[in-house]
């Protein structure tokens, strides 16, 4: 019996880990389309060293990309609006 509840106990942490990958797959996507990024490579580092080394490698990519980073967007000041 204790054998079953081991097994199941694995099995349930296994499909956690599942879950979790999934979730950063889906964030580290869908930051790299947003940044202009190539998706694949991303996701290979994902699977291969972790999120930590994905999201090193989209930084190091937004560094010398071309295109405005939207970290930088996001600093510009608002224009001025009227709520009249």
């Known amino acids: 019996m204790l054998d079953a509840l081991v ?6 942490s296994a499909q956690e880990h599942e879950l979790a990958f999934a979730d950063q797959a889906r ?3 869908s930051l790299a389309v947003d940044l202009g ?6 996701i290979d580092m994902l699977a291969r060293r972790g ?3 994905a999201l090193d490698m989209m930084a190091t990519g937004a560094a010398h990309s071309p295109r405005t980073p939207v970290v930088a967007r996001t600093t510009d000041p608002l224009p001025s609006r009227s709520f009249h």
């Open 7 to 12: 097994g199941g106990t694995e099995l349930l």
């Open 51 to 53: 999120f930590d080394a």
């Open 27 to 29: 964030i580290v996507k």
């Open 37 to 42: 990024q190539d998706t694949g490579p991303i």
